[in-house]
């Protein structure tokens, strides 16, 4: 079984400008959350998904994020315009069933902005 | 509000020296997963063991151990006979029953020398 996948693993981009992320979790697991950890910090929650919903978004920084998951599948992470703080590797996880399910996270994409 | 607090920023030991990572939690929930992550250097977060709060035996599994004390909120790692390969970023995480996003610690970066 495929796990979490997140696409691309690594981005460099100029200030100002937009990145998508994408995270493919694994089949069947309803629930989708993305972190993010800048550099030598903890990682920090930011939103979780129940299918195509979003079930808990109070960890999104600002409104230059943007989460959006079609159809209860993959979820995209759209960051415009992106910030200097926003580099850092952004983590995926998903989970099965309720809340306590086992969260199973992806590689991470890490991100740099110049 | 739940807190993990990861005190130790950075440990270097050599090679076959065994290492205690501390990690300190805060919650109000009665029941709550404690859970350790490594993080190597390709990035990915994995998943070392996950303890419930109704579960304080201490766990043993190869060179890793797990000493959970409810009645000083900590949870903490050891290795034994350190090698090279577990030079990482280790994290300590907290999910509460009811609510599915981690609360991490901002992590514990061991450094094994030869």
């Known amino acids: 079984e495929a796990g979490v996948t997140q696409f691309p693993s690594h981005s460099v981009i100029e200030k100002g400008q937009t990145v998508t992320l994408r995270c493919d979790p694994i089949?069947?697991?309803?629930?989708l959350y993305w972190y993010r950890r800048v550099m030598g910090k903890e990682i920090k929650f930011l939103l979780h998904f129940v299918k195509e919903s979003k079930q808990d978004e109070s960890g999104m920084p600002n409104n230059r994020f943007l989460a959006e998951r079609t159809g209860g599948t993959y979820s995209t992470l759209k960051v415009q315009p992106a910030e200097l703080e926003d580099s850092g590797v952004y983590f995926c996880?998903?989970?099965?069933?309720?809340?306590?399910?086992?969260?199973?996270f992806g590689p991470g994409t890490r991100l740099t902005v110049t | 509000a739940q807190k993990v607090t990861q005190a130790q920023t950075e440990i270097s030991v050599v090679e076959k020296e065994d290492v205690t990572l501390d990690c300190v939690y805060e919650t109000r929930d009665t029941t709550y997963y404690l859970f350790w992550y490594k993080q190597p250097p390709s990035g990915e977060l994995v998943f070392l063991i996950r303890?419930?709060?109704?579960?304080?035996q201490n766990e043993i599994s190869g060179r890793y151990s797990w000493n959970f004390q409810k009645s000083t909120s900590s949870f903490n790692f050891t290795i034994t006979a350190s090698q090279v390969v577990d030079s990482a970023v280790y994290f300590c995480a907290l999910r509460g029953d009811s609510w599915g996003k981690f609360q991490f610690g901002a992590g514990t970066q061991v450094v094994v020398t030869p």
């Open positions: 996880a998903s989970s099965q069933g309720g809340t306590g399910g086992e969260q199973y």
């Open positions: 089949s069947g697991h309803d629930n």
């Open positions: 303890r419930n709060s109704f579960d304080e």
